[in-house]
């Protein structure tokens, strides 16, 4: 017992060794194009609450040099960027809505950021200072759209959602030739 238990350390210890040498990208790219604000007090906010993973100028704080959680806040600040990059504001970008949408929910800043940047914390009131300064930074700079709009969506009248679920049901009352074989109904001829 003794025996396993050292070897599990040393297994354990080595493991974390090994794996600080994966390559991480915790790159800080240029400032290339900043969104331009409506006022200083929203770029605060949103530099306070959402710059570590919304643009380039992300601050990497000690843990993040350390795998695994290095791994996952490389990934939170790749992800995060692709999304909504203020730094980058000349590229396609998330639109206002959907920052309402996430700030509402409660999804942005993420959770588990929040534990380790306690001053990342908005309260309600800065909450709807920064989306009433958003909105007014949106207005007058608006994002790239980020998808092109769907084409069915868009060839699809909305009143027309009746006729396809009738046809489906039309269909399948019908057998077809190929069901009744797998069914293994088939007659056999001898
Ligand atoms: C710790 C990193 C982190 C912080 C801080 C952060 N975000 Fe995000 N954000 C992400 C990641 C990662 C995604 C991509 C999530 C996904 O793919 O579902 C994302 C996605 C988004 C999206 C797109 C949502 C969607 O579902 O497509 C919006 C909008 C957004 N963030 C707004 C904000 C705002 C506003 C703040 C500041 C108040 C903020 N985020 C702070 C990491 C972060």
């Given at each position: 017992?003794?025996?396993?238990?050292?070897?599990?350390?040393?297994?354990?210890?080595?493991?974390?060794?090994?794996?600080?040498?994966?390559?991480v990208d915790r790159s800080n790219p240029r400032v290339l194009r900043e969104i331009k604000w409506d006022s200083p007090e929203t770029r605060e906010l949103a530099k306070r609450a959402c710059f570590d993973c919304h643009s380039n100028e992300t601050v990497w704080p000690w843990y993040s040099k350390?795998?695994?959680?290095?791994?996952?806040?490389?990934?939170?600040?790749?992800?995060?960027?692709?999304?909504?990059?203020f730094s980058a504001w000349h590229y396609p970008n998330e639109n206002y809505d959907e920052i309402v949408e996430v700030m509402e929910k409660g999804e942005m800043p993420l959770s588990d950021y929040l534990l380790l940047h306690g001053k990342a914390k908005l309260?309600?009131?800065?909450?709807e200072r920064l989306l009433q300064g958003l909105k007014a930074t949106f207005a007058a700079d608006p994002p790239l759209p980020r998808r092109p709009p769907e084409p069915d969506a868009a060839v699809v009248p909305a009143d027309s959602s009746a006729a396809p679920a009738d046809s489906v049901i039309a269909s399948k009352g019908v057998p077809s030739d190929t069901t009744a074989a797998a069914d293994g109904h088939e007659d056999h001829d001898h």
């Open positions: 017992m003794q025996r396993f238990r050292s070897f599990l350390v040393v297994f354990l210890l080595g493991g974390f060794v090994a794996i600080q040498f994966a390559p350390v795998a695994p959680v290095s791994w996952r806040v490389s990934g939170h600040v790749v992800d995060g960027r692709r999304h909504l990059n309260t309600p009131g800065e909450t």
